[in-house]
Structures are given as structure tokens and as C-alpha cells.
């Protein structure tokens, strides 16, 4: 069957009409040869054995007289030896032997062109027999239920030979002609499956090519009359589904549009977003720094001592009022900048260790205010790494402070570094022994201006911008971040950063 | 002189002897062949002769006029022959008797009796055989008879037809004469 694997359809049926013409013709015609062959067989043998019976009677008074007269007189095996050269006008007969009572040999005929001259012994052939070039047959001769003798005839299969050369000639070309008939009627016959399939084919090639779904493969019969047959149904299914796509694809076309339109407008108002927080963020910093600064000055008291300590402690909540708000300036800048693709890394060479420690050393005073206890686990070996190292520190303190604000007093925050050797990658794990979240506020953390709830939001200030910033950052240094967390146990945000990644060195 | 035509006497009287003896052993030997073919034939007629339908019943009565002149020749050929049943052998047969015969061979020796043989025969419907010389013409059906210097047969399908009886053309064809 692979044979036919790249055969068109029309080819396929014409050779099976062709091979089931071929094979009935044949077996038709081996079936008509063999039975022909049998009869033809049987005739030879019925014939013979009429024959012999006639020959054999028609010697019987020889054979009976020379029996009996048999060593005193030789007459009689002489006029049946004479009777038989009668055969030499028939040259099919090859031999024919006359045998007495005794199974003596009597008389006989051999043809001029047998070289064996010799008579067979009686009871050699029982039966008819066919050698591979003569027929032989042996059979009694009586005469009114007494055995006379025998007789023993040989013919050549000439009439078998001729008959079988004959036969396969005709056969022969039997076949020829119905295989060539067969051919043409196929080639007709095979339209009527071939042509609407192979409409459908051209009609989905060029649909194909085209894209164009108005394409309908051409209806074989007319469309007045009713044909319930399968190809008229598959046509009419093929059509059917082509107007079903064209319809589908002028309403998808129809929705793309509109698709196209919305993300336009929601890119156009990202973009304005991030656009108004830039300058909005930037017009807020430049009084920030001000007050900031100014009363910087005053908590200093650089310009001399503030007598009232009322307002000394009003100048540090001014302070930290306003460091605070300015960080959160710089987060939603950064989250808008980053957002908009528009934050850029200063790739460098950070010694992991040494940046690291500063981390921990800026969260230390603050988890010791708290009371919590930030523990580290940073190998010997950890390896220098290509980060920005400002966004890098950005992302360790980012997950830190969380984990110190989310822990109530007297937990625990844990710095866990691991060089992956095989990924080329290292893992920073922090684990806290905080209040932890459900799957579901764990998708919430990551989203932009989202916190867990309104009882956390009120007792853990917060822009909830953390945690959104730090996967930014994260993902713009090629890696990912993982949180895993139980409520009222605990979380642990684990950061996996390429060691050194060549797409970001490159830039 | 008495003496020697004694002598001469003696040596003719043995080449005599000698002619004598040796003539006898040949005609022995002839007569030994004419019986032994005089059977054959006789075997041959019985197979190849039918008789009407009907008319036998069973055994062949075949009759011989005096003793039986073929000794064993004709008594194992005849055992053979099965065609018109089993063939029984009535010898010294006298003319009143052949009522009793479905073939009667004739001897040369009863050539008187012909005639009267012949009579009964007809009425029977007997297949008559004998080595009388001039018994075809005495109305008998087979004689045997030396044709061309060979013992042959002569048969006399008229009188065969007008017994009611038939002969295969077959035999006739190697009879030495057939009388229509």
C-alpha cells in the first residue's frame, strides 16, 4: 500500500477497477482453461478407450482362433498385425499391442517414429495414463462375458498440447482485451468518485493559497435534481463549512479590529499613566527635597539649638514623613519606568558577599528595633555576578524589609545564598517566621497597589508596591522569584539570578 | 548267392521298415494338428455363433458322432469357452438322438448317417460340423476342409440363416470360404 501513498485518487481507483477486472478475468478464465483441460482430458481418454474397445473387437475372432490354434497356426496373428497397419493413416496412434488370453502379446502397430518398439507387459497401465508426451490405455477385450485378450494403445497429446497452446493464446488475449477495455471503462467510471473529490481538493488548495473563503467547490450535479448520495453531501458539507469560516473569520476580522482599537486606547492611557506619574512624581520630589532637607537642617539644629523640644520632634516626623513619601515616589517611578520598558540596568560585576552584607547591615537596625533576629547563611565561595548593582540591592532589601515587616516581634528572618553550579544560577532565599499568606494573596502581593487586606493594610504601612517592583526587577536580570508561604507560619521568597547573563551584558 | 540276396533282402527290408516307421511318425504328427485345429475351429464356431433368443438354456450340448476324436484338445478349450454357457460333451451320438444336441460334429467315418443327421438337425436348430469332404453340399452348415494346403473352415451361411442362426462376421472373415 505505501505504493500507493503518493498515488492520486484517480490513479488509485483506475488500477482497482483494473486489478479486480484483472483478477476476475483471470480466475474466469483459469477456471474455464482447467475445467477445458479436464474434459478435454476425459474426451482424450473416452475416445481412446472407444477406440480400443472397437479395435479390440473387431480382432476378437483373430485373437480367439489364434489362441486356440495357437503354435499350429500363425495366420490369425498375422491378418490382426495386418488390420492394424490401418493406424498408419492416423499419427496420433503411436502403438497398439493385441494380447491373448495368456497375456501373450498377439499382435501389434508401432508407428514408424517410435524408437521403443517394444509392447508394454499386460497390467503396466491398469488404467489411462498420462506420460509427459503420450496417453496410454490398457484394456480387455471380451466378447460375451468371456475375456479374449487385451489391448494395449498409445497416442500422442498432440490434441492436449495443441488444445493448452491454443487455450493460453486465446486466454492470453482475452486478457489483454479486457484489461484494455477495463482500463478505458475505468478511466470513465472512476470520474464520477474522482472528479467531485477532486474538486474539493482544488477548491481547498486554493483556499488555502488564497485564503480566500468564498472559494465553493463546484456542485457535480444540477442543482434542480436530488441526490442524496455521500459525494453530494460531502460537497455540500465542504461548502457549508467554508461559508461557516467565512463568516467566523468577517466577524473575527470584525473583533481583531476592535481588539486592536482597545489595546491602542489601553496603551495610549498606560502610557499617560505612566506618563502623569513620571511628571507628577517629579513635580513632588522637587518641594520633597526641600522639606526634607530643610528639616534635615532643623534636626540638626546646624543653625543653632531649638530651644523647645516639641519642635525638635516635630522636625524628625517632618524628616521621616518626607523620606518616606520620597521613597515611595521613587518606587512608583520605578515601577512606571519599568512597567513602560523603560528602566534601564547598569550591568556590573558585584561581588555577591560583600552586597549582601550591606543589605543585611541596613535591615539589622531596623529588625533589632523590632526585635526580630535576622540570621545569614552565605557560603565562602559565592561567586561574582553581573547585576545592576543598585537594582540588585533594591530587589534584597525590598524582600527583607517585608519579611522583617510582616514578622511580629521575637521571629526570626533567615538569609539563605546558594551558588547553583549546574544552572549557572544563584539562589537567595529569605525566609521569615511572619504572619505568611494564602495561595490566593500570594497573587495578589505581586500586583501593582495591591495589599493582602484592610486589616494588614491598617496595622503594616505600605504602598504595596514592593513586591511588584521587585519582580520587575527581577525579570528585567533574567530571572524569577518564588514565593512560598503558609498563613500564620511563615514565607520564604526565594530569587533566582543568572551568574552572568549574556544578553544582559551585551545590551 | 542265396546268401547274398538274403543280404540285400535283409538291408531293403530295413529301409522299408525305416520309410514305414518315419511315414507313420509324420502322419502322427499331421493327424495330432488337424484334431488339435478341428477343436479350435469347433471352440470358435460354438463362441461365435448365436442362436436365437431363448433357445438355449444353460449347457451346450455338443454332440459327436462316435468316440471323441480331439481327446483332451478339444476337452480344454472347450473349458474355456463360456460364451453360450457351459458346454457339455455327448459322444456316439446315432441318428434318432440328436433331438438331445445344440451342435453335432460329424464324423468322416458316419458319412452314411449324413443325411438322416442333417433331418434331425434342422428341426433342432443343431449347428452341423463335420470333415466329411462333401458336406456343404450334402446341406450341412461348417465342414472343415484343407484350403491352399491349410486346414480351414467353410461355412454355409445359408443354411446357418435358414436354422435360425448367425455367425459373427468376425469369424467369417478368416473362414477359408463361406458359402452365401
Redesign the interface.
Known sequence: MSILANTSIKNRLTLIIITISAISVLLTVISIVAYSYYNIKQEMIIDLDLNAKAIGERNSAAISLGTDTMGFDDTYSQQAAKSLRFFKTNKSILKVCLYNAYKDEFAKYIADNVSDKACPKVGVYSVAAFTSKTLNLEREINYAGDNIGYIYIQTDKYKLDNFIAKTLTTAAIVMLVALIASYFLALYLQRSISNPILGIVRTADKVGAERDYSLRATQIYDDKQTHNNELAKLIKSFNKMLSEIESREGEMVHKNVQLEEAKNMAEKANEAKTQFLANISHELRTPLNSIIGFSDIICTEMLGPIENDKYSEYAHNINDSGVHLLEIINDILDISKAESGKLELRIGKVVLSKALDECLNIIERRAFDNNIKVTHNLPDNLPIIFVDRVRFKQIVLNILSNAVKFTEPEGEVILDVEHLEKDNQIRIDITDTGIGMSEDDIDKAFQSFVQIDGGLNRRHEGTGLGLPLTKQLVKLHKGRINVDSTPNKGTTVSVYLPVRSDELVNE | MFRLNKHICSIFMAIFMLFVISADITIAGKTS?EK??K???I??LL??TQWPDGYLNGDVNLCITGANPFGRAMQA?VE?????GDIKLIENIRPGAVGQCDVIYISMFEQNDVPQLLIEAKAKKCLTISDEPNFIASGGMVEFSEIRG?LSYIVNVKKLSEAGLSV?P??L??AGKVIR
Open positions: 494338428k488339435y485345429l477343436a479350435a475351429y471352440n470358435n463362441r461365435f478349450i474355456r469357452n463360456k460364451a453360450n491349410k459373427n468376425l469369424l472373415e478368416n
